[in-house]
C-alpha cells in the first residue's frame, strides 16, 4: 500500500462513518447523541474490520466518496447485527461500477452531487458529509419527494431512485463486483447465494434456510447462510 | 457485401424461428435463420448471477443500443423504456423466460362472441377493437399438444376429454392427453396459496411450466435453483428452443443460423413479391439473402418496424398494410400484485421455480360471471417472488413495503431483512383488451445504434374496463392472502400506464384482408409469401402468458407451410 493509499484509506474509512466519525474529530458534536444506533455501529465496526479505501478512486474523487459514502449508509445504516452499507462496502462498489459497466452514468453523478451540495449549501449552509444524520435524511427525504430545489440533470428524484438502486445492487449483487462484503448483504436478509439444488425437504421448510454454504461467483462463504 | 441464396431466410431464431427452422429443414427446405444476438450453451449459464442477469439484464436487448421508446398517448414525447423483456439471443425469450406454458381457454379465441352472447355488445367499451381469433381452440389444440410434448411441458390435466380432473386446472380446454410429464413439486409459497385458495372454494393447481421435472430426452430434470426468470438454467432443464429444437434443427443439414446479424429490411419487387432481406452482419457489413419465402418471427416491435421500414413506392404505407391495421391493436399484461407477508414461518420464496407457482384461474376469461361488475375478461391469479425473481436485488426493488413503512433508512432495512424470505406476492395477469389507438409506429427522435427509427409504443393501460378489473381483482387476491394466514397484507402500486409484460398484437390476424394483417397462419394477405408469426399477431392476449400459444401457432404455420405451400406456393386461406 502507497502512502497516498494510505492516507485515502483513513479518509474515506473516516468519510464512510459519516457523520458519527465527524462527531469524533469534533466537528458535529450533536451528532452522535442525535443517532445512537448510528454511532454503535460506527463504533463496533470502523477501523481494521472494514478497511474501505485501499480500492477506491477507480471514479470518485475524495470528496464525492465521502458524500456517497454517507448517503448510501443513510440509505441502508449499519447497526449491531444489522450491515449497512458501510459494512457491505456500497461505495466501492458504485465507485468501481461507474469506471465499468454504469461509465455512462458518470456524468449523471457528477452533476447530481453538484446538485446535491449546492442544495445542502443552500439549505443548511454545510455540505452533506457535515450534516448530522436527521438533516441528512432530510435532504434524502427532499430528493424522494421531488421538493429539494436546484436540480435539473438528473432531477432530485432520478439522482435519489438511482442512488437507492445502486445502494441495493452494492448491497446484494455478489461480493465479486466490490460490495456486500463477506456476504453481509445476503447474511442480513437470508439469503444463500445461488444453491445448485433445493431438495423436497428444503422446499417444505418452514424456517430459516441455513444450510451451509452461502455460494458466490468465486467465493464460498464461511459460517452458516442464515442470519448473523 | 455478401449475397445468398436459400429457400426460406427467417428473421429471429426464438419461440417461432426454432420451430420452424427445425420443422421446414426436416421437410427439405434450406433455411437461414439470422439472430442479431449470439447462440449460447448451457455451460454459459453457470454460475447464476442476480446483478447480471436480472439487473442488467444480460440477456435482454440493451435498451440503450437497442431502444423502445414508449408513451402513455400522442400528446408527449416518447422516452426509451429502461427494461426489455424480451430475448436477445438464439432461442430468443424462451432462454430467459419464466416458461408459463398455458393453453388458452376456449373462449379466449372468441372473446368477443362469447361476451355479446352473454352480456350483450354493450359490455365492449366503445373503443375497443376486441375481436374473435379466426383460429378455434379444437383448431390448435393438436399443436398444443406437439408443443407440450416436443418441448417438454410439466403439469397436471384438469380436462382430459371433458373430464374435470381435480388438482388439475378444471377450467382449462379439453386436452386428448395428460401432461409429458408430472408437474413441478410445490414449494411453500404454493402449499399456502393452495390452502387458501381452497378455503374460499377456488380451484389451485401446480402451474404448467417449460420445465422438466423428470429426466426428458436426454434432459436432466429441475434441481430447483430458483433462477429461471431472467437467467439461463444450469442444466438445460428449462424446455428453452436453444436445447430443444436448435439441435433439431442442427441435424436436419438444411439449417444455417447467423449470428450477430441485424435485418433492417425486407426486400420486395415490382410485383409485389418478397425477394428476400437485407441485414447488417456482426463486422458492419452490408448483407443480402434472397429467399422464396421470409418469415418474420422477432418480438413484436421489430415486425411492426421492418414492415414499415421496408416500404415502396407499391407498399408506400409499408408491407402487408393495405388494411392500415399495421401496428395497431398493441395489447399488454399488467401485474396487479397483493403482498402475504408472515411474522410466523418462513416462506423461502426464491426456491423452487421462480416465476407463477402455484395458480388458481377461478378469475380468468370468462370463468366468473362479469354481470354488474363492470368490465369484461379477467386474469391469471398466481404466487411467486416480488418481480418473478426471487433474488435480493429483485426483491429490493419491487417489493414496496407496506404502507407507513419508508423505502430506505433503518426502518427499511429492518422490515427487508425480516420479510425477505417470509413473504409471497399474489399476481394477477390482467387480460387487457386491445384498443386501436394503442400502437407501435416509428420514433421519429430516437434511433438505434444502427441508425434506425427506434419502435415506438403509444399505450396507456388505464382504461375504464382495466381499472375496475383491477380494482376487483386486488379485493380477490387480498382475501386470498389473508385466507393464507398472513400476518400482514398490503397491495404494491400499480405501473403509471406502461405497458407490463408480454407485449402482443401490431400484425393482427384475421379473416377479412380490409381489417387485419395477416391470416391464421401468419401469412400476410398482401404478400403471400411473406408471413409474420409470434404475439404480434394476437387478436386478443387472455390473461395467460402467450408462449405456447405462440408455439402451436407456429408448429400450425409449419405444417400448412410444408403441407401445402412448399408445393404450391400461394395464398393458404
Known sequence: MTKHDASRRAFLVRAAVGAGAAAGAGLVPDAIAQNHEHMEGGAATSGAQHPSGSEHGAFFNHADAATIAAFTERLMPSAPDKPGARDADVLNYIDLALAGAYAELQDFYRRGLAQLEAYCR???????????PEQQDEVIASLENGKATGFSYPTAREFFSTLRTHTMEGMFADPLYGGNRDFVGWRLVGFPGAQAVFTPTDLQNTQAFTREPMVGLQTIAKGPAGRG | MATEKTDVVIVGVGAVGGILAAELGKAGMKVVGLERGPRLTTADFNPHDELRYFQRQDLRPNWKRQPVTWRPNTGVRAHPMNVLNYGNQAGGGTVHYGTLSWRMHEDDFRARSQTIEKYGASAIPQDSSLADWPVAYADLEPFYDQAEYELGVSGKAGNLQGKKIDGGNVFEAPRKREYPLPALLMDQSGVLFAEGARKLGYHPFSSPRAIISQPYHDRASCTYCGFCQSFGCHVGAKSSILVTKLPEADATGNFKLLTGATCYHVNTDNSGRATGVSYYGPDGSDNTIEA?????APFIYDNTRLLLLSKTDKFPNGLANSSGQLGK???AHIMAKVFAAYDDRYVNIYMGPSAQK?????????????GGLGFIR????????????AGP????????????????GAAYRDFFAKYFARYGAINAQTENLAYADQTIDLDPDVRDQWGMPAPRVTYDWRRPNERARV???MQKMEGIAHAMGATKVWRAALSPGAPGAHHEGGTRMGNDPKTSVVNRYGQTWDIPNLFVIGSSTFPSMSGFNPTLTIQALAYMSADAIVKRYKNRPGPLV
Open chain 1, 122 to 132: 443552500g439549505t443548511y449552509k454545510e455540505p452533506f458529509v457535515r450534516l448530522n
Open chain 2, 292 to 296: 422464396e419465402l421470409v418469415i418474420l
Open chain 2, 329 to 331: 391493436h398493441v395489447m
Open chain 2, 358 to 370: 402455484h395458480t388458481i384461474d377461478d378469475f380468468n376469461a370468462d370463468n366468473f360471471d362479469h
Open chain 2, 378 to 389: 379477467g386474469a391469471q391469479i398466481s404466487i411467486g417472488p416480488a418481480d418473478l425473481e
Open chain 2, 393 to 408: 436485488i429483485g426483491t429490493a426493488m419491487s417489493m414496496d413495503p407496506p404502507p407507513g413503512t419508508p423505502k430506505w
Open chain 2, 471 to 473: 380494482e376487483f381483482l
